[in-house]
């Protein structure tokens, strides 16, 4: 599974003022943070690595402030959705809506790709949830740190998402 | 609904744990008898795992991503980057990331991307047509070079001045360094149809990306260190040094005349200064040159210990370690944790943070202050008289200056010095919280989203704040605790030598404004009060820079494809 967990150790020796900690804990967030980014932009490469860049000098900058070491992979997270809303907040998505509108059917080239893709489509907070929840492994406790939201919430989030890909993909089955 | 359409429209509730117990058993019981509901229960747990297993990223993405980033992160840490709207205030103006917004810097008084020195312009003229398509553009801090991308041939070039640089595959991050050097990242085409990234500094091309960079104060000079095959080299001016294993921590003094840094031969690590190595550590790490170049001060480790150890009935994974500050030739005790070393602005004294067993307190001058739960790195006011950093103590964070502390919301975000007072944003960064200028003996300021380049700013003989602060969608500069006017995003301000004139950058529907504030003294409040004007609208306006007399303001501005540089009159 692709969580970025690192050593306690490393995060506490990183708040110490540890430069090659703090290196070696930039390397292990940094791949987690850009892919959570790559998928909140739907795959765009170039706005991911921009999103990313400005994610981790927030985190080298208050990584200090970071009160509970355990928690340092929902603290990342939460920075990530941070910027992402800031650079989202002139361009927001449309307002959740009560029916989610089922992607249209691809030709993708396997199964993997075709909920990728349906992933992609998604509204924003559905994606979010669905890529922290799966892609992160983040638990349901940890997401409501990321994302600042009830777990309740988060959870309807990722069932809701689930559905539209897995009736999507129902769809594209029949084709 | 039958039991069949029930379960397929709960589903996904069910195998995320949303349903009730007796809707859990209701749905269990009939998985289990209905094979085409039992197919579509087994297609979204393919779903799961399909999801849980995605997200590969591309090596080569995140090792130039890593690359960019840790060049960034020296650059900050020295603090000595080139200012401009996006690196300082990206909380502020996060979303001119999104829209390519250009950056100028904000660094008056500075030179030309040529060797001669020049004052900023303060005539107003045309500057350039930028061609049809341009991406990226800057203007230098005294408004007298352009410099900006075009693509040809599906080809992109840099034209600076008069020069073209490329062809490149791609360009980024272009920008000007005080000294008016422009630097940039681009990938240049490779060998079987690969792409690689260099770094241009000036007229230097770095191959490959350096991991490490260190600039001078004014921009002028760069030392850094590449990997070739595996092993590092450091390029200072025209001298070369290597080769080692690693290199960490990479640093020149202020003119850039002298480079030092960390580097590993083996297994033992040594403090190169201009090439000579000092005494061996297991580990070095946060090397700091004096202020005027003379002796540098860093942390060595000398011992560590690590491995499972059996506390009562437990077994815990245990790391610990010995760290001494090294100052020149002088060595101190060893330290369980030591923070990075800070000379004070004359040289004569460091000061760094350290801990043993759980207490953390600053060490400077070689005495020891009070015993907290946490420090931050300590910082000195300019002048070198006061001593500042923050502290927790049982969840209570404090901001300590020169011993006396005041009681701030959170952690501490920014500190400003000014006029011999202190102020700091205090905040966190993991969530929506607010963040508040809290200044000493002066209280704190209203509660904002997000806030950003804090200083302190002459009015009379006043020392006041002036920050950036959002709200919610809404921008706005705070000048003495007062927010003026709100815009979609700001600039960081200029203030005028005088003191009488504040200019920042402002954008409300679509269009860049330049707001110049006339700061009157309110007689009935006795306190400053800025009374702010627009200028014509742009498409985009750039960093101000005031003339030496504060009578006049000049910014970069562009209409259309037109570049200007703009100078306005004050009164």
Known sequence: ?????????????????????????????????????????????????????????????????????????????????????????????????????????????????????????LPEPYRAALTLRYLHGLDYDAMEVALGAPAGTLRSHVARGLKVIRESMEKRSRL | MNACAETRERVEEFAVDLTTPVERRAIEQHLG??????ATFHRVRRIEETLMSAGGVPPAVVEAGLSRLRVAVERERRGRDVISRRSVMPLIAAASLMTGIFVWVLAPRVQDAGPAKQEPSFDERKLVTLPEGVGEYEVAPDGRTVAFVVTRDGKKRVVVGDTVRGPYEDVGSLSFTP????????????????????????KQEIDPYPHLLAVSEDGARAAWAVVRDGTWSVTAGEKQYGPYDEVADLTVTRDGGRVAFGARIGERWSVFVDGKAGPDYEAVRTVRWAPDGSRVAYVGRVSHEQGMVKRGEERTFVKSEKVVVVVGDVVSDP?????????????????????????????????????????????YSPDGKQLIHSARLEAAWYVVVGGKTTS?????????????????????????????????????????DSIGGLRFARFRDEHVTVYCARQ???????YDQIAGPRYREVGLPAVSPNGRFIAYPAMRSGKWVLVTGAVEH??????????????????DVGSPVFSADSRKVAFPARKGRELIWKVIALE
């Open chain 2, 472 to 478: 919610g969608a809404w921008h706005h500069v705070v």
């Open chain 2, 522 to 539: 309110n007689e009935s409040e006795n306190r400053p009060l800025v009374a702010s004007r627009n200028s014509e609208d742009f498409d």
């Open chain 2, 408 to 448: 701030v919301p959170d952690g501490i975000r920014e500190i400003a010095f000014g006029g011999g007072r202190v102020a700091v944003v205090a905040g966190r960064e993991d969530g929506p919280g607010p963040m508040q200028v809290v200044e000493q003996e002066a209280g704190s300021g209203a509660k904002y």
């Open chain 2, 179 to 202: 000294a008016g050097v422009i630097t940039y990242d681009a990938s240049v085409a490779a060998a079987g149809g690969a792409e690689r990234s260099v770094y241009v500094f000036g």
């Open chain 1, 1 to 121: 599974m692709a969580v970025m967990a690192p050593d306690i150790r490393l995060v506490e020796h990183a708040q110490r003022g540890d430069a090659t900690a703090r290196d070696r804990l930039l390397e292990e967030a940094y791949r987690g943070v850009f892919r959570y980014h790559l998928r909140l932009a739907r795959g765009a490469m170039d706005e991911a690595q921009e999103l990313a860049h400005e994610t981790m000098l927030r985190v080298v900058r208050s990584l200090e402030t970071l009160r509970e070491p355990t928690r340092f992979v929902p603290w990342v997270l939460a920075i990530a959705a941070n910027v992402w809303r800031d650079a989202r907040r002139r361009t927001p998505d449309a307002a959740l809506p009560e029916e989610l509108p089922a992607p249209e059917p691809q030709d993708d080239a396997d199964e993997a790709q075709a909920v990728m893709h349906r992933l992609d489509a």
């Open chain 2, 335 to 379: 330290f369980d944790h030591v923070g990075a070393p800070v000379f004070r602005p004359d040289g004569a004294e460091v000061a760094y943070r350290a801990g043993i067993g759980g207490g953390w307190f600053v060490v400077s001058g070689g005495k020891r202050g009070d015993e907290y739960d946490f420090v931050g790195d300590p910082r």
């Open chain 2, 33 to 38: 008898e209905c094979e085409a509901c039992r």
